[in-house]
Each structure stands twice: as C-alpha cells, then as structure tokens.
C-alpha cells in the first residue's frame, strides 16, 4: 500500500506558504485508512499500551481507531475551553500560529504506558505539548505515531529522546 497517492496537497492553507498535507483522501478510502491503522498500531501488543493521547482534531481519527484496535484506552489532548471537567494547559507555537493543549487531570495514572497520535508531525510543538501533558501526570511516553512527517522542519530532533515513527516522509 502507497500512502503517497492518498495525500493531497493544498498549496497556501490556511496561510500563504504553508502546503497542507490534506488526509480526507486516504480516510475516504477503506483499505488505505485500514492499512495505515494496521501499521501505526504495528510495534504495540495488545494490553503494553494503557492510553492513547490523541490530539485534536486530526489525531482524534487515528488514535480513537488505533484504541479500538489495541484494547486501551483513549485520552483527548483537546485545544483550550473544549475540555468540561480539571484539565491542565501547555502553551505551544505550530507552523502557522500559537496555541495550547488541555488533558483531564484524571485521565492519565502515575507511570501507565502511553503512545501520543496524531496526523502529522512538522515543527513538533504540538509533540511536545503533549509530551509535557502527559508527564506532568506521570504517564510515561512510550512513542509517538504519526501518518505523516515533515522532516524538513525538523520536529523529530526537539522530541528526540522519545521512539518517534511516521508511515511518509516529505
Ligand atoms: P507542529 O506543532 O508544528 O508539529 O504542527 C503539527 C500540527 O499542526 C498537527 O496537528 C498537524 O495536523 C498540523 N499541521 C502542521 N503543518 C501542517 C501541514 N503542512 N499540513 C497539515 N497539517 C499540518
């Protein structure tokens, strides 16, 4: 399976500048979408994974799948006010602008086995927000999944010490 042909690339969105990688092709399509599923859930055994973070919104289509798949459970880093119960907050800067990621407090336990998902990797602020989530709750990052990487910005190198792995490469 080529991932390749299921990317679309939308010249200047949401900016002028700025090539968005637009996944709605593979996802509109059953078996690319099954088998990038297959392979980012690949190096986990069903019952080593306790949480997948998933990131809003995009993340949120791979990791609830990816869940499902491994038997674990799911845990959404959403943007700032979306979430209703204790949530904590890191700041961070993307390719285009700045924001932040919330989690329930409640949502992770000390030391639990946790892979952060998303559709893509670019710079790796949103990585590291994440990370930092989940840390501050104790959680122990144990790899980060993304369909597709960036790798001319070099978001990989900022989250280095973590395993880090994206099915395509730009
Ligand atoms: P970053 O924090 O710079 O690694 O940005 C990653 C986040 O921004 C992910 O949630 C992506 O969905 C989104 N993103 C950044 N750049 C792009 C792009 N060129 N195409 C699609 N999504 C992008």
New binding site residues.
């Given amino acids: 399976m080529r991932f390749e042909s299921f990317i679309r690339d939308i010249p200047d969105f949401p900016k002028p500048g ?4 637009d996944i709605t092709p593979l996802l509109m399509d059953a078996a690319a979408f099954d088998a990038a599923l297959e392979r980012m859930t690949k190096p986990y055994q069903t019952g080593s994974v306790d949480k997948i973070v998933a ?1 809003e919104s ?2 949120f289509i791979f990791g609830g799948a990816m869940a499902r798949r491994l038997g674990c459970g799911l845990v959404l880093a959403r943007k700032p006010g979306k979430l209703p119960a204790d949530a904590i907050r890191e700041e ?1 800067t ?3 602008g700045t924001n932040a990621l919330e989690i329930h407090t409640d949502s992770i336990r000390e030391d639990e086995r946790v892979v952060i998902v ?10 590291l927000a994440s990370i930092r989530l989940v840390e501050r709750l104790k959680g122990n990052v144990v790899g980060l999944e993304f369909l597709i990487e ?1 790798d001319f ?1 070099k ?1 990989r190198e900022r989250i280095r010490q973590y395993p880090v792995r994206s099915q395509l490469h730009y």
């Fill in positions: 700025i090539i968005f990688k990131i995009r993340g961070y993307l390719e285009y998303d559709d893509l990797l670019a710079t790796g602020g949103t990585a960036l910005l978001g």
